[in-house]
């Protein structure tokens, strides 16, 4: 069986959007070599929030 790449790296959070996880999935985004991050916020209600970045 082949062995998959990641391609992506998503991180959740419960609260409001604030710049220290927008920096975190950026970090992360240059320390692991991946171009495509997703923010995603399900503490948003009535209905997510989300931000996409790419390297």
Same mark, same amino acid.
């Given at each position: 069986? *082949? %062995?998959?790449?990641?391609?992506? +790296?998503?991180?959740?959070? &419960? $609260? /409001?959007?604030?710049?220290? *996880? %927008?920096?975190?999935?950026?970090? +992360?985004?240059?320390?692991? &070599? $991946? /171009? ?20």
């Amino acid at each position: 069986m *082949p %062995r998959q790449k990641r391609t992506s +790296y998503m991180l959740c959070h &419960g $609260l /409001r959007f604030t710049e220290k *996880p %927008r920096l975190q999935i950026i970090n +992360y985004l240059k320390a692991t &070599g $991946l /171009r495509l991050g997703l923010l995603i916020n399900f503490g948003h209600y009535p209905k997510i929030e989300n931000e996409r970045f790419v390297l």
